[in-house]
């Protein structure tokens, strides 16, 4: 499928995403927030894709935000729609089940900052830029940041970002844990893909039930994640993998995962 706005390139079971405005720093207007739902469920389906990595395109941005111009002419009504409808579409990426790698970079400003939280895991460049600067512009974060953020780095921290409209730097994010690892530009990619490569490695039926698992600890009580916890792992007992992982720990050789 060709996009306008998005590359997708698949190889080795790992799919790169790339939000490619470079222009516009990547700016999300809503035909790119439209592909990205429609490429979401494409790779949902596709069985040569195990693990997907985001990023952006050129140097400068990973994704500078939502794009202005179209927020500009928003009135109250199409604001609500605007802003539930990027939730959707967000929301959809951090429950994909399959593994979902956000390669920052540059500049993570506003819905940029919200497609990186919405991504299971983070990795930044060194000259990557983590903000929500909506209070400049009159509006709050719309699309799932003032909960994401909140819920990853601490409500202390997250007002102070939301409410100041400051960018933090990559070494800062990765104090406060927005970010799991920080790379020379020149190497994320490349990490982003190891990162990718061995959890494409796993037998893929654990990894999107870990997934799964993971992602229940906000909806749910600790005893009803615990309870869901207890039949994905369950499940895991009736796979080929599962029988396949274990009897090749104890023969001393390496498993063969069919993903069955
Ligand atoms: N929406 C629409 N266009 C955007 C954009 C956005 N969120 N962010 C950047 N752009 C556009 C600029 O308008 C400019 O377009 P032009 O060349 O047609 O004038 C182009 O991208 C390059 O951006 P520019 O501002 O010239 O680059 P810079 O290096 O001087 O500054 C930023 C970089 C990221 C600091 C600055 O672009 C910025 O503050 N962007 C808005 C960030 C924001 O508020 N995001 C939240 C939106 S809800």
Redesign the pocket.
Known sequence: MEYKNLLIDVKDQIAILTINRP???N???KETVVELRTAFEALGSNKDVNVVIITGSGE??F?????????NKLDMLEGKKFSEFGQSVFSLIENFDKPVIAAVNG?A????CELALSCHIRLASENA?F????V??G?I??YGGTQRLTRLINSGRAMEMILT?D?IDASEAFRIGLVNKVYPQSELMNKAWEMASKISAKGQLAVRFAVQAVNVVDEVSSQQGQNIEASLFALCCGTEDFKEGTSAFLEKRKPLFKNK
């Open positions: 222009d516009k720093l700016a999300l207007n400068k941005a994704v500078a935000g939502a794009d202005i111009s179209e927020i500049f400003l506003g819905g940029g830029k903000g929500q600067p909506e400049n512009l509006i974060p719309g409209g960018m």
